[in-house]
């Protein structure tokens, strides 16, 4: 698989990365990570 992907009209490359935090994992993101996350 190439870098770009294809369709019949269309080249495209999908650069997101999503991260899901749940409610209960708040308080474990302190410090220097907390601070580049939010």
């Known amino acids: 698989m190439g870098l770009y992907r ?15 935090t749940p409610k209960y994992r708040f308080r474990i993101l302190r410090d220097k990570l907390g601070k580049e996350l939010y």
């Open 6 to 20: 294809s369709s019949s009209h269309v080249y495209w490359r999908c650069k997101y990365h999503i991260v899901w």
